[in-house]
C-alpha cells in the first residue's frame, strides 16, 4: 500500500482507476500519476466521505454526479489566446481567403477540444479581424462549434467572462480593447458578436460525430497526447469524415497523423503546417 495525501492507493485500485478513466473519457493515465490522482480528487474524496480508489469507484458506477466531476477534474483544461499564433495566422492568411474566393455561402469550425473557451472565441475574433481588412471579401456567415468533455470547464466557456490574468495570456492589448467589455468586478466578457458565433456542446471524442455534420475547418489541437495510439487513429480517421471536401484539419505543434496520409495532405504554411482532406 502506498499513501499519497490522506488518500491510500492500492495498485490494483490504482490500475482500476485508470481504466474507469480510460473507458469513459479516453485519458491514458501513467503508471507513476498517483500524485496527480491524489491531487485532484482529495477534494471531492473529502466531500464525498470517501478514503480510497476502491470506495470511488464502487460510487461511480451508481452516482452520476460523482463520475461527472471525477472526469471534469482528471480533464486537463490548459489553454490560452491564439496559441501557437501560427493557426490563427493560417486562418486568416490562407484558409479565409480560399473559402471566401470560392463563394461559400457559410463556414463551419468545430474546435474539437474548446477547454474553457479562448480558442473558438479566438476564430471568432478572427473572422472579425479578416472581415474588418478585408471588406469586399468578407467571411459573411461563420458557424464555430465548441466542444469539450467537461461540463463545467464548458459552464465556463459559456460565459466568457475571463481574470484579467487569464487574459494576459496570449491575448493582445488591442484586442482585448476591441472584443471585450470590462466588468465592475474587474473581469473581462467576450462581446455578443464575437460570441454568437460560437456554440458550445458536450462531447466525448471517443463518441459518434456523426449527428454533428460538415465542416470545412476542425481545430483538434493539443488533446490527442492525452489517447492510446489506437484511440487517436480512430478519433483522426472519423474526423477526416466529418470533413467537407478540400476542408481542413489543423492540430497541435507538437502533433502529427503518422500512418493517415491516405487521408490528409500536408500542406506547408511556412511557418506552421495544416492538413487538407485528400
Known sequence: MSISGSIRFEKNDFDQFRQFLENES???LGDNKQYLV???LRKIMQEADLHDLKDLLSKVKFNGRLKERVIDAMTTNETLWFRDKHPYRILKEIIFPEFVSQKKSSLRIWSAACSSGQEPYSMSMMVDEYNRTNPGKRVNQAQILATDLSS??????KRGSYEKLALARGLDADLQKRYFTENPDA???VNRDIKSRVDFRSLNLLSSYASLGKFDIIFCRNVLIYFSAEQKQDILTRLGRQLNPNGYLVIGATESLTGLNHIYEMIQCRPGLIYKLK
Open 187 to 189: 473581469s473581462w466578457t
Open 26 to 28: 479516453g485519458i491514458v
Open 152 to 157: 463545467e470547464i464548458l459552464e465556463q466557456a
Open 38 to 40: 491524489a491531487s485532484r
